[in-house]
C-alpha cells in the first residue's frame, strides 16, 4: 500500500543498520555463486522463526552486487547470531570460506551501523512501509518533524 502523506519512522532505543551483500565477479562460474546467493534466504527464514535472536526486518536488492539492509535490535544479538554453532549463518561461512575463500570468483561485504536514539532521521512521501519504516512505527512527518534537523532531534532528551 502507497502511502501518499509525508511519513518518517521511529524506533524505540538503540538498534543496528547491518548492510550486507555479495558481487559475482565471474558469472559463468555458477557452481561457486548460487550457493552463496541461495545461504542468506535460509538465515532469513531461521531469524523470522526466532524474532528473539533481534532482527527487526530485512530488505534485499538483486544484480551484479546483491546487497540487503538488516535491522536489528543490538549489536550483542548481530554478533551472537554471527558465531553462533547452531544456527545457519557459520555453516555458511564455513562453507565460503572452503568452496571460495580469495580466489575471486565471488565477493562477500559488510558494513554494521550502531545507532542510538536521535542520531537518525528518514522521511518517505508516496512509499509503501519500507526500511526503517517497516522495523519501526510510521508516523507523520508533521510539526516538529517536518525538517531533518526537527526528526534528529526528535529522539533527543533534552537536558
Not at 89 to 101: C, D, E, S, V
Not at 118 to 134: A, R
Amino acid at each position: 500500500m502507497i502511502h501518499k502523506e509525508r511519513l518518517t519512522a521511529t524506533l524505540e532505543g538503540d538498534f543496528v543498520v547491518f548492510l550486507i551483500g555479495m558481487r559475482i565477479n565471474k558469472p559463468w562460474l555458477i557452481h561457486k555463486w548460487l550457493s552463496v546467493a541461495q545461504a542468506m534466504p535460509r538465515m532469513l527464514k531461521e531469524l523470522s522463526q526466532q524474532p528473539e535472536l533481534g532482527l527487526l526486518h530485512a530488505e534485499m536488492w538483486f544484480s551484479r552486487t546483491i546487497i540487503q539492509v538488516q535491522y536489528w535490535r543490538s549489536m550483542d544479538q548481530l554478533l551472537a547470531y554471527a558465531k553462533n554453532k547452531d544456527t545457519a549463518h557459520l555453516p555458511a561461512w564455513r562453507a565460503f570460506n572452503k568452496a571460495i575463500g580469495t580466489d575471486g570468483s565471488v565477493g562477500i561485504w559488510h558494513e554494521t551501523y550502531q545507532a542510538s536514539a536521535g542520531s537518525h532521521e528518514n522521511v518517505y512521501v508516496n512509499m509503501p512501509p519500507f526500511g526503517l519504516g517497516k522495523a519501526g512505527v510510521l508516523q507523520p512527518a508533521t510539526g516538529g518533524r517536518q525538517s531533518a534537523s526537527g526528526r534528529l532531534g526528535a529522539g533527543r532528551e533534552t537536558p
